[in-house]
């Protein structure tokens, strides 16, 4: 299959996404966590074209991408010393950062809320487009809403083609997981989603515990409980047993598991890592999910991971493709 708008992320052809940018298009870009559909953060009419294209619900707020503090600065009314603190250690990096926004970043960017989520990626690709366009990127995942995240060109083209105006691609992405966002306030800093940067790094640099935040899903819609999810129906493995009986009634059921071990008598396997190394499991997940539905299976089980450090990014995207709230 040949994709008219799929070009390689060369320093000419950003140049071009940027101007595309500039005029109010829609760009497909990788960042170091997944890809990203982005325009201009300003340009209300812009920024519908994310939602049409991605078929996403207008109450779910998009991420505001930026290449330095002063261009965050530009978009909020204030920054407290946390969030500033946060912003100079971890950025360019996966952390996204919520705060009041100011008056000029347009309502359908942030979906009627009050604040806005900003984040620096340290892609260079992507920096170099939000640098070139001169202006804030709003950019959720590349997908289509609900569905899983790319973590390479092909699969925004595969499931978003040509109604974007133009795919940059940057090879598959170093993290393979959105990133972690955060939000303080009141003198308590809340982790909204789970992602790529540690929830154990922001507290040992903070010496501050990260709260779960318990509000209402309507602040961070990333909270609704079906997300991210292949057409494949995903269980997570509690027993064997289980998997053994919907192999009994089921077509095409499939294991996913956490590392390469052999098991007899099974064709349908995916192994995420070779050792079990978490990095990697996170690496592979949506590809894996991608490959699932590839290989038609009806349902597939994957293997839990413990929930530390990246593996609460991961357990939280699988309880989502589960259907299961977290
Ligand atoms: P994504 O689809 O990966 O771009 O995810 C965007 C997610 O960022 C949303 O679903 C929310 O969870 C979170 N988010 C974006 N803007 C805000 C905001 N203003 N307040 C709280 N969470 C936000
Ligand atoms: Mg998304």
């Known amino acids: 299959m040949i994709y008219k708008n799929l070009f390689p992320a060369t320093e000419e052809n950003i140049r071009r996404a940027a101007e595309i940018i500039k005029e109010g298009g829609v ?3 990788p960042t170091e966590t997944v890809y990203g559909l982005g325009a201009d953060a300003l340009n209300p009419k812009a920024v519908a074209r994310i939602y049409e294209i991605k078929n996403r619900p207008s109450f779910d707020p998009l991420i505001v991408h930026v290449c330095s503090i002063d261009m965050a600065r530009n978009l909020v009314s204030e920054i407290d010393d946390i969030s500033l603190k946060l912003m100079e250690r971890f950025w360019p990096g996966p952390l996204t950062i919520v705060l ?11 979906a009627g809320l009050k604040t806005v989520a ?16 001169e202006r804030p990127i709003a950019a959720p995942s590349a997908n289509p809403f609900g569905y899983v995240s790319p973590t390479n060109a092909i699969q925004v083209a595969e499931t ?8 940059l691609d940057g090879g598959k992405t170093e993290f393979g997981i959105e990133s972690t966002v955060v939000m303080y306030h009141e003198g308590n800093l809340y982790l909204l989603r789970p992602g790529a940067l540690e929830v154990e790094t922001i507290e040992r640099y903070l ?10 899903p309507r602040l961070s819609p990333g909270r609704l409980p079906k997300h991210y999810s292949p057409k494949a129906d995903v269980r997570i493995l509690n027993d064997w047993e289980d998997y053994f009986k919907s192999k009994a009634v089921y077509g095409r059921v499939g294991l996913v598991l956490l590392k390469r071990k052999t098991v007899f008598g099974f064709k349908e396997v995916i192994y995420l890592s070779e050792d079990g190394d978490v990095k990697e499991i996170a690496y592979r997940l949506f590809d894996s999910m991608y490959k699932v539905d590839r290989m038609g299976w009806e349902k597939a089980f994957f293997q839990r991971v413990e929930e530390v450090g990246l593996g609460r990014a991961i357990m939280n995207r699988l309880k989502k493709a589960s259907g299961i709230a977290d």
């Open 27 to 29: 760009v497909a870009f």
């Open 100 to 110: 009041p926004k100011r008056n000029d970043v347009p309502d359908i960017t942030t």
């Open 118 to 133: 900003l984040r620096m990626p340290a892609s260079q690709i992507a920096l170099k487009l939000i640098e070139f366009s």
């Open 160 to 167: 978003l083609g040509n109604r974007v105006d133009i795919i």
């Open 207 to 216: 010496n501050l515990k990260v709260l779960e935040f318990k509000g209402n």
